[in-house]
T-cell receptor, first 110, second 113 residues
Framework: QKEVEQNSGPLSVPEGAIASLNCTYSDRVSQSFFWYRQYSGKSPELIMS????GDKEDGRFTAQLNKASQYVSLLIRDSQPSDSATYLCAVNPDDYKLSFGAGTTVTVRA | ETGVTQTPRHLVMGMTNKKSLKCEQH?????MYWYKQSAKKPLELMFV???????ENNSVPSRFSPECPNSSHLFLHLHTLQPEDSALYLC????????????FGPGTRLTVT
């Protein structure tokens, strides 16, 4: 079983719509959760971190964490063409490792 | 700019060559990492260093040899690579080890011919 699974995508949304990205993880003791954005040919950049159950909002991004369901999601509101990228979910299953999902590619149609 | 730099950005090498990748972080972090990213696959953790001590060697072939002379610099020495080693090699750093955010460098795109 994969440690971190993301909806496979690709996800295509019209400009201005909400993009919803999902991630499930297998290790119940995970405490830290991150969303990274990776543009084609570039390295991952952190966009959100979340540690407690519930929602965390930062601008147009909202991360949602439900540890009981082992589920973390990312919502992108008012999607812009510049949001077109691959989004990586990362989970910390032990002291120092981050386990990454394979990523979901998002395309925002103008 | 994340404060993590990598050189070279692109590298083409033959299977009999020896080359090194360099990573430097200007963030005062104590932990540094090497990852391999192949097309359509999740990031693969290769090595982890904390305060210059290796804490993880994730079943990586011996043709990859890491070196961490101090907490700001990390090298990946390459020799007798295979074409399947062609990938994006990413360096990252974090303040400590315990679930901290990792900040990535721009990566080195490696092609083995």
């Amino acid at each position: 079983q994969k440690e971190v699974e993301q909806n496979s995508g690709p996800l295509s949304v019209p400009e201005g719509a909400i993009a919803s990205l999902n991630c499930t993880y297998s290790d119940r003791v995970s405490q830290s959760f991150f969303w990274y954005r990776q543009y084609s040919g570039k390295s991952p950049e952190l966009i959100m971190s979340i540690y407690s159950n519930g929602d965390k909002e930062d601008g147009r991004f909202t991360a949602q964490l439900n540890k009981a369901s082992q589920y973390v999601s990312l919502l992108i509101r008012d999607s812009q063409p510049s949001d077109s990228a691959t989004y990586l979910c990362a989970v910390n299953p032990d002291d120092y490792k981050l386990s990454f999902g394979a990523g979901t590619t998002v395309t925002v149609r103008a | 700019e994340t404060g993590v730099t990598q050189t070279p950005r692109h590298l083409v090498m033959g299977m009999t060559n020896k080359k090194s990748l360099k990573c430097e972080q200007h963030l005062g972090h104590n932990a540094m990492y090497w990852y391999k990213q192949s097309a359509k696959k999740p990031l693969e953790l290769m090595f982890v260093y904390s305060l210059e001590e290796r804490v993880e060697n994730n079943s990586v072939p011996s043709r990859f040899s890491p070196e961490c002379p101090n907490s700001s610099h990390l090298f990946l020495h390459l020799h007798t690579l295979q074409p399947e080693d062609s990938a994006l090699y990413l360096c990252a750093s974090s303040p400590g080890l315990a679930g901290d955010v990792q900040y990535f460098g721009p990566g080195t795109r490696l092609t083995v011919t």
